[in-house]
T-cell receptor, first 110, second 111 residues
Framework: GQSLEQPSEVTAVEGAIVQINCTYQ??????LSWYQQHDGGAPTFLSY????GLEETGRFSSFLSRSDSYGYLLLQELQMKDSASYFC???????????FGAGTRLFVKA | NAGVTQTPKFQVLKTGQSMTLQCAQD?????MYWYRQDPGMGLRLIYY???????DKGEVPNGYNVSRLNKREFSLRLESAAPSQTSVYFC??????????FGPGTRLTVT
């Protein structure tokens, strides 16, 4: 089957660094995306990795290892507003059928 | 420039009733998607439309139908609502990159 596995919850302190892992099992891999969703809101796109390595966007970075079927989202200098759910996602079937992980709920404490 | 809009925002249905969820985009994107999100879970793809005139099943299509009316609009229809379809429904679009743009969602309760 096709699936993405993420931890259900992560807690970190304001100002710290946190890593959210995602392991996947899919056929026809088209890269790994990350989305953020605040309670009651819609998902918003954070980053995409097509190739192995690190992609950096401000305080957020995302990493992919295709050989290990593994990726992670790294959030630095955590702020209270980073408290949200984070989803990894990938596509199959020619890049259109998107599959999401169940999400990791991040709690940032003062 | 509204992006992706969805109507209605909230809806309560009785079992067996039908309704159509509307989605419209002004981003000139070819691809459009319908997802459902249940509490504490990720999004599951119901149907998608890679381009105007085409639609395909996603992961959980049973109980739903879709229409890609034109490039801007993609509707989702529940013919006979069931309590198991209580969920938040999101429409999304994609313009050829991997980034999907989501609408604000429709919160549907079926009693």
């Amino acid at each position: 089957g096709q699936s993405l596995e993420q931890p259900s919850e992560v807690t970190a302190v304001e100002g710290a660094i946190v890593q959210i892992n995602c392991t996947y099992q899919t056929s026809g891999f088209y890269g790994l995306s990350w989305y953020q969703q605040h309670d009651g809101g819609a998902p918003t796109f954070l980053s995409y990795n097509a190739l192995d390595g690190l992609e950096e966007t401000g305080r957020f970075s995302s990493f992919l290892s295709r050989s290990d079927s593994y990726g992670y989202l790294l959030l630095q200098e955590l702020q209270m507003k980073d408290s949200a759910s984070y989803f990894c996602a990938t596509e199959t079937t020619g890049g259109f059928k998107t599959i999401f992980g169940a999400g990791t709920r991040l709690f940032v404490k003062a | 420039n509204a992006g992706v809009t969805q109507t209605p925002k909230f809806q309560v249905l009785k079992t067996g009733q039908s309704m159509t969820l509307q989605c419209a985009q002004d981003m000139n994107h070819n691809s459009m998607y319908w997802y459902r999100q249940d509490p504490g879970m990720g999004l599951r793809l119901i149907y998608y439309s890679a381009s105007e005139g085409t639609t395909d099943k996603g992961e959980v299509p049973n109980g739903y139908n879709v229409s890609r009316l034109n490039k801007r609009e993609f509707s989702l229809r529940l013919e006979s609502a069931a309590p198991s379809q209580t969920s938040v429904y999101f429409c999304a679009t994609n313009g050829g990159t991997r980034e999907q743009y989501f609408g604000p969602g429709t919160r549907l309760t079926v009693t």
